[in-house]
């Protein structure tokens, strides 16, 4: 019997579950929408259907389950597996995530912060083999670093650190889910796409995003992305700036930990060099002299499935 782990990526618009071999490969994976607005009970639910479609495909391929690790949006103890804040998942505070998994299927559980697990797949089977001293940057829904010093993965007194994307950079910029105001979230996350790409269609400058909305397609980073790639002019800028705020916001970080690598992945980063090339612009740009000649800023190799992979490492 082969034995395996489960790795569960948690995210403010899906959830992912997936059986992962020891040598990081995924077996099966399924998924569902999360649906974050609605009650603390209906999601968890949700993951526990998703959790015993895995157990049963298990069982179906006579895979033996070690361990189930969960990345959660937000703030997490993970020495108890609760969630303390979640964000993009309005309802949740204090959950016990852990305790209420592992009760539920008899197998033991761990909880951590959905970027930090997704650091932890591109350090063992990504981008990151080989350094010691890196930075993964998730932009998505939100926007969450998962740090990697000398080998070791970073969490902090409050189980807090890496929340890069709380850092401000506009004092009177948008609103963030946080709650404060002009954070790098606000500014360069999927929900700031969206948010500029509804004002562009309001004002009609964009021919090809409005056909796109007539044949169904919904609102949403991968929509811009979309049209950005069909050539248009508005979606390239909205990309771009996204780039500029990112840039801007990890030149600081750069300064501060003097990493040797900034993985970026997440839906957003798909735009490709729309989005690393002024990311890198602005680290040249403001960064000081000798972290920035020593930090590479590369695309996530694990894709969408860093997460699931990652967790599964836990």
């Given at each position: 019997?082969?034995?395996?782990?489960?790795?569960?990526?948690?995210?403010?618009?899906?959830?992912?579950?997936?059986?992962?071999?020891?040598?990081?490969?995924?077996?099966?994976?399924?998924?569902?929408?999360?649906?974050?607005?609605?009650?603390?009970?209906?999601?968890?639910?949700?993951?526990?259907?998703?959790?015993?479609?895995?157990?049963?495909?298990?069982?179906?391929?006579?895979?033996?389950?070690?361990?189930?690790?969960?990345?959660?949006?937000?703030?997490?103890?993970?020495?108890?597996?609760?969630?303390?804040?979640?964000?993009?998942?309005?309802?949740?505070?204090?959950?016990?995530?852990?305790?209420?998994?592992?009760?539920?299927?008899?197998?033991?559980?761990?909880?951590?912060?959905?970027?930090?697990?997704t650091a932890l797949g591109e350090y063992y089977f990504g981008?990151?083999k080989g350094y010691k001293n890196i930075l993964c940057v998730?932009?998505?829904?939100?926007?969450?670093?998962?740090?990697?010093?000398?080998?070791?993965?970073?969490?902090?007194?409050?189980?807090?650190?890496?929340?890069?994307?709380?850092?401000?950079?506009?004092?009177?910029?948008?609103?963030?889910?946080?709650?404060?105001?002009?954070?790098?979230?606000?500014?360069?996350?999927?929900?700031?796409?969206?948010?500029?790409?509804?004002?562009?269609?309001?004002?009609?400058?964009?021919?090809?995003?409005?056909?796109?909305?007539?044949?169904?397609?919904?609102?949403?980073?991968?929509?811009?992305?979309?049209?950005?790639?069909?050539?248009?002019?508005?979606?390239?800028?909205?990309?771009?700036?996204?780039?500029?705020?990112?840039?801007?916001?990890?030149?600081?970080?750069?300064?501060?930990?003097?990493?040797?690598?900034?993985?970026?992945?997440?839906?957003?980063?798909?735009?490709?060099?729309?989005?690393?090339?002024?990311?890198?612009?602005?680290?040249?740009?403001?960064?000081?002299?000798?972290?920035?000649?020593?930090?590479?800023?590369?695309?996530?190799?694990?894709?969408?499935?860093?997460?699931?992979?990652?967790?599964?490492?836990?």
């Amino acid at each position: 019997m082969q034995k395996v782990r489960m790795g569960f990526d948690l995210g403010g618009t899906n959830m992912r579950s997936a059986l992962v071999s020891e040598d990081g490969e995924v077996i099966f994976s399924n998924e569902c929408e999360t649906l974050a607005q609605e009650e603390a009970d209906k999601v968890i639910n949700r993951i526990k259907n998703l959790i015993k479609e895995s157990v049963s495909k298990a069982e179906e391929k006579d895979l033996q389950i070690q361990s189930i690790g969960i990345g959660v949006p937000g703030v997490i103890d993970t020495d108890s597996g609760i969630v303390k804040s979640c964000p993009n998942i309005p309802h949740w505070k204090n959950i016990e995530l852990g305790k209420i998994i592992s009760e539920e299927f008899g197998i033991k559980t761990k909880v951590d912060n959905d970027v930090r697990v997704t650091a932890l797949g591109e350090y063992y089977f990504g981008a990151g083999k080989g350094y010691k001293n890196i930075l993964c940057v998730a932009v998505g829904t939100g926007i969450g670093g998962g740090i990697i010093l000398n080998g070791e993965i970073m969490r902090g007194p409050s189980q807090s650190m890496g929340e890069i994307g709380h850092i401000t950079l506009k004092k009177d910029g948008p609103l963030c889910g946080c709650g404060n105001y002009g954070c790098l979230e606000s500014l360069a996350s999927s929900l700031a796409i969206i948010r500029e790409a509804k004002e562009v269609l309001d004002k009609g400058k964009s021919e090809i995003m409005e056909k796109q909305l007539e044949h169904g397609m919904p609102i949403s980073a991968y929509f811009v992305t979309k049209a950005l790639h069909d050539g248009d002019i508005e979606a390239a800028r909205i990309m771009r700036e996204v780039g500029e705020w990112l840039g801007i916001g990890l030149a600081s970080v750069v300064n501060l930990l003097n990493p040797e690598i900034i993985i970026i992945g997440g839906g957003v980063s798909l735009a490709g060099n729309v989005i690393f090339n002024p990311v890198k612009e602005e680290i040249a740009k403001r960064a000081l002299k000798i972290p920035r000649e020593l930090v590479k800023v590369v695309p996530a190799q694990l894709g969408d499935s860093a997460g699931m992979i990652g967790a599964s490492a836990l």
